[in-house]
């Protein structure tokens, strides 16, 4: 059974920093790719940031570009999000998702996904 538990999020003030860890268990060694997304209430979810499983390759949300890193560690159990120059802008609940294939929606898509976890809040004071 595949579990991804998200964790890390708080409040911070604009111009700090927060570190999202995401938990995966379950078969990950054959998922194609994992992501972070967020949504505002109201809002569909946006892509932030993405890795391919395998090869490690990153790619970001030109909202999140310069600002964010994403990884994954060597057991490829733990997805980890780097935030640093947090604005309000950036104010979320955050998700981490994976995929198991390629598909047509491309991977900024949420429909790509497969699993989700539950979310974690990131709030961002003035």
């Known amino acids: 059974q595949v579990q991804l538990v998200e964790s890390g999020g708080g409040l911070v003030q604009a111009g700090g920093s927060l570190s999202l860890s995401c938990a995966a268990s379950g078969r990950t060694f054959s998922w194609y790719r994992m992501a972070w997304f967020r949504q505002v209430p109201g809002q569909e979810r946006e892509f932030v940031a993405g890795?391919?499983?395998?090869?490690?390759?990153?790619s970001y949300a030109d909202s999140s570009k310069g600002r964010s890193t994403i990884s994954r560690d060597n057991a490829k159990t733990t997805l980890y999000l780097q935030m640093n120059s947090l604005n309000p802008d950036d104010t979320a609940v955050y998700f981490c998702?994976?995929?198991?294939?390629?598909?047509?929606?491309?991977?900024?898509?949420?429909?790509?996904?497969?699993?989700w976890g539950q979310g974690t809040q990131v709030t961002v004071s003035l």
């Open positions: 890795i391919l499983w395998s090869s490690r390759a990153t």
């Open positions: 998702a994976a995929a198991r294939r390629l598909n047509s929606y491309g991977y900024t898509d949420a429909r790509t996904y497969d699993y």
